[in-house]
């Protein structure tokens, strides 16, 4: 009974993490409806700019962390103006294609600029561990939860009570109605894909900063976390993605501990698997009628 | 106040439109009557930027707005009431009324104001002011979507087709608003397939077919019954 409990205790820690993927690929696919595959890959490219300056100049945490935002930011820039902006709204396989293209550009370039299998990263300031009646939570984890539980008090803060969140919802909600608004669609969209390479950023800079090291295949660990947390979650649901990337990580602990390594990622596929013919619109159960855009 | 010249739009190798023009005058109810499939509604997404026009040009008070994107268009005060009545469903009726306003965010009590006119004026709306959109009657709809419109100040409303799939009594309330909204000298395009009301409240009607205007003329000036035959059967059929 201990162990399940403490495993859930570390699938929520690793699951905060992959929440946030989870609702980077939300923020995009909700107001978009355009899946962009290189969500991880520029996460990717923003850690490796962080350790380049960590390992160029002995750069610590926060300039590190300063240099994987601009990282995260310029290459999710430059996806949004080549597989987005550029091509038709409605052309959704079209940007699913290109953004898969600029994944491997990244993939490739990051891979060439650091010949090495692993690139250091800055480690998290050291933070007590706590003990608190046999259960063991890790002063890393409890640094993981924190930054991510401030992060998505401010994402509700900007989604239900600013301006542009209701831009941004409303976008969501009817692209049509919000054209006939005077919402600049262009403009929402493309600060909608800053948003979420800032929140991915997080993710991969505290996901970096526990391991210590990183390597050019994070892009795809990224974005292979981030769609199957969205996908149990529920697409274009905020809420799914959170819950989803919980519940992502609870029973890959779970099943961690329980069945073994090997085991683990079959559990996940299955539980993926479960989901679609189960619960087809995820836990956050989205109607997927076209008309039905939540976020 | 809005002169549009021989407009042509087309869906990849379909013309849609093939060269229509009209006038919409200051004040009054401008009426677009026409067939299934005449362009009613193509005419009113090229108006409102949304689909580009191939050729032809468009004015309002003289300055040129063919070309311009949809959220200009609004700028520029010319703000429709979409078909099917598109309003936010997943936010509440107080959300869609604001976001009419966009761009006048920065007039803060303006903004407040025009609200408390929107809810003063549809008190159902006021009712329902914290309801999900998405849980209002077709009629209610209709009537959030003309309050969101009013929200962004238009010089010219263009109302697509706000009867279709309403209940006739709910068709009698909407037109009874849009009655009210011309009689306030509010300028109104208004495209309809209901012929019947529609000349009813119109200052000027035109007939659209097959993507041309084909008639046009004051509903006092003409034979209601022959508008009403073409307008829902198009002139080819024998009568």
Not at chain 1, 26 to 37: D, P
Request: hydrophobic residues 50%; proline residues 3%; glycine residues 12%.
């Amino acid at each position: 009974m201990l162990d399940l409990v403490q495993n859930t205790l570390d699938g929520i820690a690793a699951g905060s993490a992959y929440a946030l993927l989870a609702i980077g690929f939300t923020l995009i696919f909700g107001v978009m409806r355009r899946l962009n595959i290189a969500f991880g890959p520029s996460i990717m490219v923003g850690i490796f700019l962080g350790a380049w300056v960590h390992v160029q100049w002995s750069a610590g945490l926060i300039e590190a962390a300063l240099a994987t935002f601009i990282g995260a930011l310029l290459a999710s820039i430059y996806i949004e103006r080549l597989s987005f902006a550029a091509i038709r709204g409605d052309a959704a396989l079209a940007s699913m294609a290109s953004s898969f293209a600029l994944w491997m550009q990244l993939e490739q370039g990051v891979s060439l600029a650091f010949p090495g299998r692993t690139t250091a990263f800055p480690t998290l300031p050291p933070l007590p561990d706590i003990q608190i009646a046999g259960l063991f939570l890790g002063g890393d984890d409890l640094l993981v939860l924190l930054s991510a539980g401030l992060v998505l008090l401010v994402l509700h803060r900007l989604i239900y009570h600013s301006h542009f969140g209701l831009e941004m919802r409303a976008l969501a909600d009817s692209a049509e109605a919000a054209a006939v608004s005077r919402i600049n669609i262009n403009r929402v969209a493309f600060l909608t894909f800053c948003l979420a390479a800032l929140v991915g950023a997080v993710a991969g800079l505290l996901i970096a900063a526990t391991d210590g090291q990183i390597t050019p295949k994070f892009g795809l660990w990224a974005t292979m976390k981030g769609l199957i947390a969205m996908m149990i979650g529920g697409l274009g649901s905020l809420r799914g993605a959170l819950l989803g990337g919980l519940v992502l990580g609870i029973v890959e602990a779970q099943a961690q501990w329980y069945l073994g390594a090997a085991a683990r990622e079959i559990v996940v596929y299955g539980l993926l698997f479960l989901c679609l013919i189960v619960l087809p619109g995820g836990i956050a159960g989205v109607r997927d009628t076209g008309a039905e855009r939540k976020l | 106040m809005l002169e549009i010249r021989d407009i042509k739009t087309s869906y990849g190798k379909i013309a849609a439109l093939k060269g229509v023009s009209l006038d919409i005058h200051d004040g009054g109810l401008t009426c677009l009557l026409g067939p299934n499939g005449a362009g009613k509604t193509t005419l009113i997404w090229t108006i409102a930027g949304i689909l580009k026009a191939q050729g032809g040009s468009m004015k309002i008070e003289g300055e040129n707005i063919l070309g311009l994107k949809p959220h200009q268009i609004v700028s520029k005060g010319i703000v429709t009431v979409p078909e099917n009545r598109l309003v936010f469903p997943d936010m509440s009726v107080r959300d869609n009324l604001i976001a009419g306003a966009f761009s006048r965010r920065k007039e803060k009590g303006g903004v407040e104001g025009d609200l408390e006119d929107v809810l003063t004026r549809f008190p159902r709306l006021r009712e329902r002011s914290e309801q999900l959109a998405g849980t209002l009657s077709g009629g209610e709809q209709q009537m959030l979507a003309v309050g969101r419109a009013l929200m962004a100040k238009p010089k010219i409303l263009l109302m697509d087709e706000p009867s279709t799939g309403l209940a006739p009594i709910i068709v009698e309330e909407i037109f009874e608003i849009i009655g009210g909204l011309r009689d306030e000298g509010r300028t109104i395009f208004l495209v309809e397939q209901n012929a019947h009301m529609a000349l009813k409240y119109a200052n000027r009607f035109y007939l659209l077919e097959q993507g041309k205007v084909t008639f046009s003329g004051e509903p006092g000036a003409v034979d209601h019954d022959e508008v009403i035959q073409r307008a829902y059967l198009g002139a080819r059929k024998a009568s």
